[in-house]
């Protein structure tokens, strides 16, 4: 059967329903090429190798122009790999370790939750980022259920400490959940630790969402840069009136920066890996810190959106991505997620919150490949959007 060249497939996921005009996958993101499609493109090169041997030189270019995006090594396929051609002498292709090692088996769109195939029988651990906490409600764990009567989740937190991302990649690694639930993406160490424990690791993502700034009402501005939040947190900025505001000082509170996903997500795509200033208190989590910060003149948070709306007691700050842009606010009139311009793109504090899959050929991975198709429904879509996230589609 030909080709279908009306859609463009990922090569990271697999998908195969993009629109041509998508710059990314619809599913995971990844960022698709603007040319021509393939076939007809080794067609005319097949033509140039007929009519000169530099043809040859012009393919194996060609070939190379595909990055290859990996943080471990592909499994053996058994096929004995191409022998160089000893008249060429190719270029080392650069590695991004920033994704999963290969394509993302199993995974397959379908419109509603009982439509989910393969999902397995048995309890599931599951667990850790605490942004997820509106996706593991009693409503959708429910619909889930009678869609699937035989998958039944248990949520773990960590063994004397606190939940967050880390924390459940970490109980991942060590056999304590079949599901981790990250609000940052995997990184290069935790990649290599799976490798070296003969599996690998591989995320999904399943929602957009928005990191909001939040400040005590007496703090009047129409809105800050991320330069500005970054010197705000950084201990650069201690007076509102460097930005426009109040004769207040600046008290920002953070939780502890290996607290979870969200600092995480906060202190590389924000603070630009940068320590938090001397003068950041640091609250025992977003609940604390919203209260603290609504009892503080001068005080300022940051959380994920969906936790800060129809928060009385705090104000929530548009933000814009450099000086001369226009501030944009995750929020509408502090009621609720503006998923608009986090599904574009336009709010500059915006992340991916993922699903962590262990690929080990257990019934455990099964479970969690069920679980990500499950969120990747038509129906699991509406559901993230319900919760307060924006929809990957």
């Known amino acids: 059967m030909a080709q279908d060249y009306s859609y463009v497939r990922c090569p990271q996921c697999g ?19 603007k040319d021509l499609p393939v076939v007809p493109i080794l067609a005319t090169l097949a033509g140039v190798v007929v009519l000169g041997g530099g043809g040859y030189w012009i393919l194996t270019q060609f070939a190379r122009q595909t990055p290859v995006v990996t943080s471990s090594p592909a499994p053996n396929t058994g096929s004995a790999p191409a022998s160089p051609d000893p ?83 970490e109980m991942l690694l060590n056999g304590q959940l079949a599901i981790a639930q990250s609000s940052r993406p995997l990184k290069d160490e935790e990649f290599q630790r799976a490798q070296a424990r003969g599996f690998r690791l591989e995320q999904i993502p399943i929602a957009n969402d928005a990191i909001a700034i939040y400040v005590n009402p007496q703090v009047t501005i129409p809105g800050l840069t991320v330069a500005q939040v970054r010197d705000i947190f950084t201990g650069k900025i201690t007076n509102w009136r460097q930005v426009g505001g109040p004769d207040l000082p600046v008290v920002p509170f953070s939780r502890n920066l290996q607290a979870g996903g969200t600092v995480d997500f906060f202190k590389e795509a924000v603070l630009l890996g940068n320590s938090l200033g001397p003068n950041v208190r640091e609250p025992r989590d977003t609940t604390d810190s919203l209260r603290k910060v609504g009892a503080t003149p001068g005080g300022i948070g940051y959380a994920t959106v969906s936790e800060v709306v129809r928060q009385e007691m705090v104000r929530i700050v548009p933000i814009a991505k450099e000086a001369g842009n ?5 929020d509408i009139n502090g009621r609720e997620v503006n998923l608009e311009v986090l599904t574009n793109g336009t709010y500059p504090i915006t992340r991916r919150l993922f699903l962590i899959i262990k690929r080990d050929g257990t019934l455990d991975e099964k479970a969690s490949v069920a679980y990500a198709n499950l969120f990747l429904s038509d129906e699991g879509q509406r559901l993230v959007k319900e919760a307060g996230f924006a929809p990957l589609r």
Request: positive net charge; glycine residues 10%; hydrophobic residues 35%.
């Open 326 to 330: 226009p501030y944009v606010a995750p």
């Open 87 to 169: 008249n060429t002498n190719p270029a080392p292709v650069a590695i991004t370790p920033v994704a999963p090692a290969t394509q993302t088996a199993g995974i397959t769109i379908v419109s509603r939750l009982a439509d989910v195939p393969d999902v397995p029988s048995g309890t599931f651990n599951y667990g850790g980022s605490t942004t997820f906490a509106p996706l593991r409600s009693e409503r959708i764990n429910q619909a889930i259920y009678q869609a699937h009567p035989q998958f039944r989740l248990r949520y773990v937190e960590p063994p004397g400490g606190k939940p967050g991302s880390g924390a459940g990649i």
């Open 15 to 33: 998908y195969d329903r993009n629109p041509l005009s998508a710059a990314k996958c619809e599913i995971c993101g990844y960022r698709l090429k």
